[in-house]
């Protein structure tokens, strides 16, 4: 037992010893901490600079060699007092954006935060115009600085939220800079899945910082932005493709995979269309969780209006609804949304309907299923042939503008149709589908018309060339006899 103690002394002595050391050699933090006993010196006794060896003077400046206490903190000696706005991060970028100060602390940390910093959105002027928004202290504090993963850390997932939000989740203060700027992200993340984990106790979860960055936050609108939609798959995939980090949840970690495949994802991330929606189109950016049975056409929705009204009268709102299938992912998928072609329809194998309805299950869709598939298969056979004699008489040099015209009536109905087959109604296709048949066949009757046309003239200059030669040849032999004549009368 007693020998126990002895090691255990030995171990406290050995740890302590330069800490205890450094407060006796450093004269500012043994005066402040015997003497002046302030805040500072106390939280100061947990500082991770502190146990490096760092001093009050290494950021205060003055000579911590010295006992008297005005010439310790004489401006002679450097001493620079209370460092005020800018001058803060200076202090702090005196060391942490120096490489080589940072080596021979024996540190490898990144030395990029203050640069990093000043190009962020934070980096902008505060309302005083003399500083930058933030310093490095806004967010760590000035004392008691700890490793950022360590709990107690301001920055740490569990703390940061609080950190952010002493001045996102401040109405008076936002409004000084940017009165449209929201301020409900705390109370939205704490609906979500992320921000209900956060709050109890688990670090792993979403926060401001995994999803904005931390140094070098930019505006949403700024393409670099790791918020801005043609980075936000890569943003949450950075954790939810990270099978060994999502391990415990037990849940999928294909989204990033599938999302990229799909025709979102293509759109968005290949053809930088910003209007297909990315991960916090359809889960929220604050709430992001995922979108309940209830919500999911309410997602698709906002983008897709028609089909999701058209979904909403049909037969199938109320025979989803009870069997608790989601709207249009029970077709469409969530993340894997392909090419929507005629193929989804019908009730062939690659037909989603064939999956509910068979000749002996919901046999009233299956007869819909089919019938809808055959009507779309003549208007596309119709539009085709409409399309071919088009062609065909703009090459033999017919006017045939107006016909060519029509077309598009026929190719608009036909991408209605497929919007139509949501309404799961075969009359309201049928009508749509109709329409497009109508004015396809108004098409070929013109398009062929005007190539029996071209035919009809062709017969007609035919004869009208015979007749048109013959008149010439018997011209020209009546020329010749005739000057055959007058040569005689001159002989
Ligand atoms: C012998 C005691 C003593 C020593 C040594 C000493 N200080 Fe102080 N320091 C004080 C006292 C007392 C005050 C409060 C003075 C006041 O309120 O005007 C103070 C104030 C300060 C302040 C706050 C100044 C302000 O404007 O509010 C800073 C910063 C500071 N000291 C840093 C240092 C640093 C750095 C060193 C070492 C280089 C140091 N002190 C050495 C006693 C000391
Ligand atoms: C890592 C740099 C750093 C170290 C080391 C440091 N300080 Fe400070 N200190 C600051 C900064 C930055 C401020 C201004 C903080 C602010 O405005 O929030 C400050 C402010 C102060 C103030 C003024 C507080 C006030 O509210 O006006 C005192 C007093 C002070 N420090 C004392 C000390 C003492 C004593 C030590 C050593 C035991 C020390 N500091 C070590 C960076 C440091
Ligand atoms: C808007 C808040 C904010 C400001 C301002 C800020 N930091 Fe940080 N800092 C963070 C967060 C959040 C982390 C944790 C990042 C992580 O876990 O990846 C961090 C991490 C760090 C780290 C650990 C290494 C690293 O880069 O991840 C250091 C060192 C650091 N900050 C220094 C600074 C310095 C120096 C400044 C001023 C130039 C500063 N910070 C300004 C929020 C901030
Ligand atoms: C004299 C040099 C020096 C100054 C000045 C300085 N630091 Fe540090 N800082 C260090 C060193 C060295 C470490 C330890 C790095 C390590 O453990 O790799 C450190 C660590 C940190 C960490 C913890 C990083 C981690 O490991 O997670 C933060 C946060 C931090 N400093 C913030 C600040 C802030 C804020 C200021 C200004 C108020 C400041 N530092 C001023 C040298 C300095
Ligand atoms: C899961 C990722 C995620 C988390 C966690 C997150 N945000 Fe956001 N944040 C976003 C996205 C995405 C946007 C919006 C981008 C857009 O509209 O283009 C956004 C927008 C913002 C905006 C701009 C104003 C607004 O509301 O549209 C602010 C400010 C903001 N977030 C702060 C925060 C704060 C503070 C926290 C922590 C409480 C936080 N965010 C947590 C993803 C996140
Ligand atoms: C000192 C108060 C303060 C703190 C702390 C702070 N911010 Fe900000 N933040 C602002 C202000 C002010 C703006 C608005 C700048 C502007 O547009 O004029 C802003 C802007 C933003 C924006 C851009 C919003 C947009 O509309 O484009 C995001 C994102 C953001 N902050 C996230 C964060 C996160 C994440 C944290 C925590 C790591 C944080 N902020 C900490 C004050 C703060
Ligand atoms: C820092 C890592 C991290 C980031 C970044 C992140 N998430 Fe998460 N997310 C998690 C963890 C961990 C969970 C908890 C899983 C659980 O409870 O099932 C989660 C849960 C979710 C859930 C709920 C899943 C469920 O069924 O429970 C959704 C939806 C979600 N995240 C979407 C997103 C979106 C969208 C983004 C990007 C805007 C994002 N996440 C960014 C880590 C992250
Ligand atoms: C077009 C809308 C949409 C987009 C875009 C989208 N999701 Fe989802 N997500 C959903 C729906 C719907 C669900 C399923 C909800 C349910 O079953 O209740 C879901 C479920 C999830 C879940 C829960 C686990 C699972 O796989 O079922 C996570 C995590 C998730 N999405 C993350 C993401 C991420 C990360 C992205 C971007 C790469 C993304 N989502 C893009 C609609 C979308
Ligand atoms: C933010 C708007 C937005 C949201 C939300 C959205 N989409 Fe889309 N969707 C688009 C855009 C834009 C395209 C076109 C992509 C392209 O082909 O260029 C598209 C394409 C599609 C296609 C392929 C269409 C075709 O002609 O092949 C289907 C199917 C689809 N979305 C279904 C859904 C479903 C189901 C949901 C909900 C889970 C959803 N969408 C949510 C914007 C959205
Ligand atoms: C019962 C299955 C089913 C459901 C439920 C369903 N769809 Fe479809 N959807 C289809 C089929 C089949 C097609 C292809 C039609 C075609 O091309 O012939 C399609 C085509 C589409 C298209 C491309 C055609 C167009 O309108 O531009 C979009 C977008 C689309 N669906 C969105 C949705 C949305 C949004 C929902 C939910 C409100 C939904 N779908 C629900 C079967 C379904
Ligand atoms: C997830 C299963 C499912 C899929 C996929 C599905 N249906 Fe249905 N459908 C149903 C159910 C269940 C009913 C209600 C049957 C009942 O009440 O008898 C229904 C009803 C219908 C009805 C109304 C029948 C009536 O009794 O009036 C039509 C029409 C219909 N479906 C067409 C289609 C078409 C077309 C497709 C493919 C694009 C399709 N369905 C895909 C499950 C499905």
Known sequence: MKRKLFYLGLFCTVIFLPAQSLLADDQ????????????????????????????????HGGNSKLEDMDAAMNPKEGFIGVPKGDNISKTCAHCHADPEKMKKYGSSLPTNQWESLQSSVHGKLSTTGKEHITQC??????????????????????????TCTKCHANASFMQTYNPAMPVDQLD?????????????????????????????????KDVKSSVYATNIPTTCSKCHSNAEYMKQYKIPTDQY????????????????????????????????TPPGVESVSKVCGTCHALNADLFSSSPHKKAFDER??????????????????????????????????QTNQNVKGYAVAKTMRSLIDSLEFMEQNAEMLVNESEQRGMEISE??????????????SRTMVHS????????????????????????????????????????????????????????RRLERKQNKKVI
């Open 28 to 59: 500012c933090i043994s005066c402040h901490t015997n003497t002046v006993g302030d805040k500072q010196s106390e939280l100061f006794k947990h500082d991770i600079h502190f146990k490096k060896g760092i001093s009050c003077a290494d950021c």
């Open 137 to 162: 202290v806004t967010c760590h504090d000035s004392h008691g600085i700890v490793s950022v993963k360590n709990s107690a850390s301001p920055v740490f997932p569990l703390n940061v939220v609080k």
């Open 188 to 220: 939205k993340y704490r609906t979500s899945v992320h921000g209900v984990r956060n709050r109890n106790g688990d670090p792993k979860p979403a926060q401001c910082a995994s999803c904005h960055g931390s140094h070098d936050i930019r505006g949403i």
């Open 257 to 288: 995979e599938k999302f990229a495949r799909s025709e979102h994802g293509k759109a968005l991330l290949q053809k930088h269309d910003v209007g297909a929606p990315a991960c916090n189109d359809c889960h929220g950016n604050h709430g992001a």
């Open 324 to 357: 608790k299938l989601p709207e249009c992912e029970t077709c469409h998928s969530n993340h894997e949304i392909v090419a929507a072609t005629d193929k989804l329809l019908g009730v062939g194998s690659e037909a989603v309907c064939s999956r509910c309805h």
């Open 403 to 416: 016909a060519k015209f029509k077309l598009r009536d026929v190719r608009q109905a036909r991408l209605q």
């Open 424 to 479: 799961f109604n075969e009359q309201k296709f049928h009508d749509v589908v109709g329409k497009g048949m109508t004015a396809a066949s108004i098409v070929q009757g013109e398009a062929q018309a005007s190539i029996d046309e071209y035919y009809f003239r062709r017969k007609g200059l035919g004869v009208a060339t015979l007749i048109i030669t013959i008149f010439t040849i018997s011209l020209y032999l009546y020329i």
